[in-house]
């Protein structure tokens, strides 16, 4: 197993998840590594994702030498990973580790990718975001289904798991480097047919998020997604065809 954080001035929140899941993936029994891709971060972030990977082992740190954006550090952490499944989970754990056995179940049953959900039935929201950034989001993911990919209720949530071979199709074709590469590689899995499966999860909103969201970033989004819409020549939406999968026991 593999587990990929990207992480961009994650000073504050880094040490208690990267706890968190080592933790949790050694009390499994699971073979591990966890995959700290530091990304040209301004604070502590890279030292002290070292020094962890010192005291507890089973921790690489890569470091981009720029903030590229968390599309390039995902991609990067994605290719170097070795694991026969490699899960990618944001560094605020707004999904706990613990949900890793929804993921990890229908991979086992033929799936190629397991999506987390916040919008499939049986997904539990604990802490929602602010009133702007939630109709704005619903306004993104409705253009996003009529541009460019359908199939599913949430394409952003940061908490996906592949197996090997789902890695090696869709990441070394990514081409997107901001949050919007989770629709790229929706693109590319829907027309590689690989099948998707969609996990109802527990998700808990951190205000202190590093993707800030108003009207501006609405407007720079729409712009990004026609060009993602041009670069694919996508005329009409691809169909992902995820399978919902009913929330399963949190255990591996």
Not at 31 to 46: K, L
Not at 207 to 229: C, H, I, K, Q, S
Request: aromatic share 8%.
């Amino acid at each position: 197993m593999s587990v990929v954080i990207p992480a961009y001035n994650e000073s504050t929140r880094l040490e208690k998840t990267v706890h968190s899941i080592w933790r949790y993936l050694d009390r499994a029994g699971v073979v591990f590594e966890i995959i700290v891709v530091d990304d040209g971060s301004a604070d502590d972030t890279a030292a002290i994702a070292q020094r962890l990977g010192q005291q507890l082992g089973r921790l690489r740190v890569i470091r981009l030498p720029v903030n590229s954006g968390k599309g390039a550090a995902v991609k990067t952490g994605m290719l170097a990973a070795t694991g026969d499944y490699v899960l990618f989970t944001d560094a605020d754990e707004s999904t706990s580790i613990e949900q890793l056995p929804r993921l990890l179940r229908p991979l086992a049953g033929g799936f190629d990718l397991a999506i987390g959900s916040r919008g499939a039935p049986g997904a539990t929201i604990v802490h929602g975001q602010g009133w702007l950034r939630q109709n704005l989001g619903k306004a993104a993911g409705l253009l996003i289904r009529v541009l460019l990919v359908r199939g599913y209720a949430d394409s952003q949530c940061g908490f996906k798991c592949f197996r090997r071979a789902a890695v090696d199709v869709i990441f070394p074709r990514v081409t997107v480097t901001s949050a919007l590469f989770d629709i790229e590689l929706l693109i590319l899995a829907g027309r590689a047919g690989l099948r998707v499966a969609e996990v109802p999860v527990t998700w808990v909103h951190d205000p202190d998020t590093r993707l800030p969201y108003n009207f501006r970033r609405a407007v720079g989004t729409f712009v990004e997604l026609l060009r993602l819409r041009y670069r694919w020549r996508v005329w009409r939406p691809v169909n992902v065809r995820a399978v919902r999968i009913g929330a399963t026991p949190n255990r591996i």
